[in-house]
């Protein structure tokens, strides 16, 4: 196999629509892989789209169709095919070499590969990808097909390619052209390994390898002498144990096992280690190699406990025979403008998530099927994945030519990803079957086609076939035993879903998005939720990523930049909604900046630590959302500068392997310490319960010994003393276990006496940046160091602290350079507390 990459040379120009004219007829650099957006922007031939109100002023770009072209030598060899290959199209485009069209492609998602045999030319040859407007397109495809539900004007749902890149409630419409992966003509001879999946199979203290390989055979060429080889590499085999196989192929296929007696399994992030074998497998023919790949893979088996108990049906993930509580979060594309996403900043993004005790990231269904990079990491960090199969909030139609290209991508996909021991969950869809049974999409359908075809026929058949061993669910939410009963149509003589109601909150997944859209936060306690797939709380990127991309004077939460910024339907209203219950709207900017960042990180931890609280009842939480794909007020742990936010904090908090936290104790005052162990080791100590003035006097103080077992959650009820205040506005309940900490205020912060914010800061150099502690003259609720302020490229490791008067915290702040300065950061625009949202 000859492998010649095709990423030089290449140059694009607009072949029709609305160009400016400044690149009517200009041949314009390209990049491959790439997109003409990012080489428009580094070129300065457009605004960037991120910056303040420039989104509208680029939109042009996915109205025009461009073409690509490259040249390339090639001279006449002995090989006997050869193949143009394509990674990756985004999205629409006709491929013509030396004039000659071979092929027409209208899918972001899958791969492509013509022989072009007849068309190459010995020296010079000319490779044109003609781009078609995808905007258009799609514009097109939807009258084609009929128009169907869907939550935003474009109609993203009658085109393969990415849902969110036409714009969503936290991203940017880009509607981006170009060759986003890579290019190459192979050569090749006899045969070639043409689809390769490998499975690793556990097996008490051993496993077992199989390939299952399709053989691709050039004209002529018989299958007697080929043979797979499967070797597996790292392992420590005993005297006559083999850790190769041969295979020989028939009728185009060849399946060899491989059977291991010792392999170390494979474990998620903090259940145990992540031990990776290399797995190569050949094809070869008279000794000689035609061809090769290889994996890396974990031994490790994986289910979904979905048997139904007297409150519902569970939702429990189990790995290696072991209950696992998912602490998770939902994962977008993290730039809009994806081919600017290589390993490294994928690196960064998921050790982020691994710091913040994070054990799961669900690839959400608008975004992408992400790089082998992605789950390569995952693989290696034991971040356990769930990848949505594309599909997101719209009824979808099942008509060609999308129906054939589904299935060509999902069969590609599932090849590509089901090897990987991260992999604990495909799904079918985001909100798509929730979305039938609620958001009036059958009137609205009127008897079209709207994706149960693909949900419950083509995704579970095509698994069942080639991967049979990754679970599947038809949709998030969904519930356990629900199904599909009669054709898949609507209106009368269609089908219809069977079983519970998907959303339903006894059974299997859970989306919440009331407390955000309507109600408040202190309502999550009002669900007993089994798993809660979605949920989350907007709030503004950190103030330098806001001021580095607005440009706004003045800087307001509804200046015009902001406005662009914010693409939540009524967001900002919502945000002003959920904050006045808790604290004032503050009248200055920062101040309203750090108000909402506060109110986002306070939601989503009340949240989770009721969450938590209810296990095993609740098996797990996947919080919305984990990143951003540019700068923008949105759900976001990690904005799109790759800077956290307090949310990220609260995360960390509320994942951490041992917690404790107070919650209500079923009907009336009664409270309970809940505490939580997440770890392998039984966890025994003395609570700590006190009821204290804000002034630091102790009112009641009583202490209680506590066991938890090993991934497990105890409650312990406290006293009537301990939890009934003398004044409630001025005292709160803190208990403490060990190193973790939990409290219960009696009122509102808005209608507490939080004294005034006062801090002692003091630095230290650090071998990572700098040392910070900080010790609280009086009560001080949520301490954080915004330190992006003082140093822009530099994270806190911690944040959100509660301090008793005289408490200090220690708080390492990772960043290059001179030690920060204690005045710097002792600054009160950078140590920030709520109690300056009470007393200013």
Request: aromatic share 10%.
């Amino acid at each position: 196999m000859i492998s010649l990459p095709l990423h030089e040379g290449w140059t694009f120009h607009a072949a029709a629509g609305p160009v400016p004219s400044h690149l009517a007829n200009t041949s314009v650099r390209a990049t491959v892989p790439g997109t003409v957006h990012v080489d428009l922007i580094e070129q300065g031939l457009i605004p960037d789209p991120y910056r303040g109100e420039n989104e509208a002023l680029v939109a042009w770009i996915g109205q025009v169709d461009w073409t690509y072209r490259t040249r390339f030598d090639w001279a006449p060899d002995d090989e006997q095919r050869h193949d143009l290959v394509f990674d990756g199209i985004d999205t629409v485009a006709e491929i013509v070499l030396n004039g000659a069209s071979i092929g027409a492609v209208a899918n972001q998602h899958r791969s492509y590969r013509y022989a072009v045999d007849d068309l190459l030319h010995e020296g010079a040859n000319t490779l044109e990808v003609r781009f078609r407007s995808p905007v258009r397109y799609a514009n097109a495809q939807s009258l084609a097909l009929g128009v169907r539900p869907r939550p935003y004007p474009l109609p993203y749902e009658a085109i393969r390619k990415s849902a969110c890149n036409f714009g969503w409630d936290w991203g940017v419409a880009t509607f981006t052209s170009g060759l986003w992966k890579g290019v190459r003509l192979e050569s090749w001879s006899t045969a070639r390994l043409d689809e390769v999946r490998i499975t690793a199979s556990p097996d008490g203290d051993g496993g077992q390898v199989r390939v299952d390989a399709r053989i691709e055979r050039a004209p002529g060429a018989e299958d007697t002498g080929l043979l797979v080889h499967l070797a597996v590499n790292g392992l420590e085999t005993g005297a006559g144990t083999p850790s190769e196989v041969v295979a020989a192929v028939d009728d185009g296929r060849a399946g060899a096992l491989l059977s291991l007696p010792r392999v170390d399994r494979w474990w998620p992030v903090g259940y145990g280690a992540q031990p990776r074998y290399d797995v190569d497998v050949s094809l070869s023919a008279e000794g000689a190699t035609l061809d090769r790949t290889g994996r890396r893979i974990g031994f490790r088996d994986v289910r979904w406990s979905v048997d139904p108990d007297d409150a519902g049906t569970p939702f429990t993930l189990v790995v290696n025979d072991q209950p696992v509580y998912v602490k998770g979060v939902n994962w977008i594309p993290d730039d809009a403008l994806p081919v600017r996403v290589d390993r490294e900043r994928l690196s960064r993004r998921l050790h982020q998530a691994l710091d913040a005790n994070l054990n799961l990231i669900r690839v959400w269904g608008g975004g992408l099927y992400e790089s082998d990079d992605f789950y390569d990491l995952c693989d290696e960090l034991g971040l356990l994945v769930w990848q949505d199969f594309l599909f997101a909030c719209a009824a979808y139609p099942e008509e060609e030519p999308l129906r054939s290209e589904v299935e060509a991508e999902a069969r590609e996909n599932v090849v590509r990803l089901a090897s990987h021991p991260s992999l604990v969950l495909l799904t079918g869809n985001n909100e798509n079957l929730w979305g039938f049974e609620d958001w009036a999409w059958k009137e609205r359908l009127d008897g079209k086609t709207w994706g149960a075809y693909y949900y419950y026929d083509l995704f579970p058949r095509v698994l069942a076939e080639l991967a049979p061993q990754v679970p599947y669910s038809p949709g998030s939410p969904f519930s356990p035993g629900g199904d599909w009963e009669g054709p898949y149509v609507t209106g009368p003589g269609g089908g219809r879903q069977t079983g519970q109601h998907p959303n339903a909150e006894e059974h299997g997944t859970m989306h919440l998005w009331e407390q955000w859209n309507r109600q408040d936060y202190p309502t999550y306690r009002d669900h007993r939720p089994r798993f809660v797939a979605e949920f989350g709380w907007q709030a503004p990127p950190t103030w330098t990523t806001l001021t580095r991309w607005l440009d706004d004077d003045p800087l307001t939460p509804e200046s015009p930049g902001m406005v662009v910024h914010q693409k939540a339907m009524e967001g900002n209203v919502k945000l002003t909604s959920g904050l006045v219950s808790h604290f004032r709207v503050p009248e200055d900017m920062e101040t309203w900046h750090w108000a909402m960042q506060l109110n986002q990180a306070h939601a989503v931890r009340f949240a989770l630590d009721w969450f938590r609280a209810l296990a095993p009842h609740n098996s797990g939480a996947v919080v919305w959302q984990l990143n951003d794909c540019w700068p923008v007020t949105s759900w976001a742990a990690i904005d799109g500068d790759e800077r956290v936010k307090p949310l990220y904090h609260a995360l960390a908090a509320a994942f951490a392997p041992r917690v404790v936290t107070v919650q209500p104790l079923g009907d009336g005052d009664a409270l309970a310490a809940v505490v939580g162990n997440d770890t392998s080791t039984s966890w025994q100590g003395v609570l700590q319960a006190r009821r204290v003035r804000f002034d630091g006097t102790s009112e009641q103080r009583v202490e209680i010994p506590f066991t938890v077992p090993a991934r497990s959650t105890s409650r312990v009820e406290l006293p009537a003393e301990i939890r009934t205040p003398t004044e409630a506005a001025a005292e709160v309940l803190v208990v403490d276990a060990d190193d973790a900490r939990g409290t219960w205020y009696f009122t509102e912060p808005r209608d507490s006496t939080l004294p005034s914010h006062d801090l002692d800061v003091a630095t230290a150099p650090h071998p990572d940046g700098t040392e910070v502690t900080i010790t609280a003259r009086a009560f001080a609720r949520d301490v954080t160091v915004l330190v992006d302020k003082v140093s822009p490229d530099a994270q806190a490791d911690s944040g959100l602290h509660t301090l008793l008067p005289g408490e200090s915290v220690v708080i390492r702040v990772r960043h290059d350079g001179a030690t920060i300065d204690a005045a710097a950061l002792a600054d009160p625009r950078v140590v920030r507390s709520a109690n300056q949202l009470v007393t200013a």
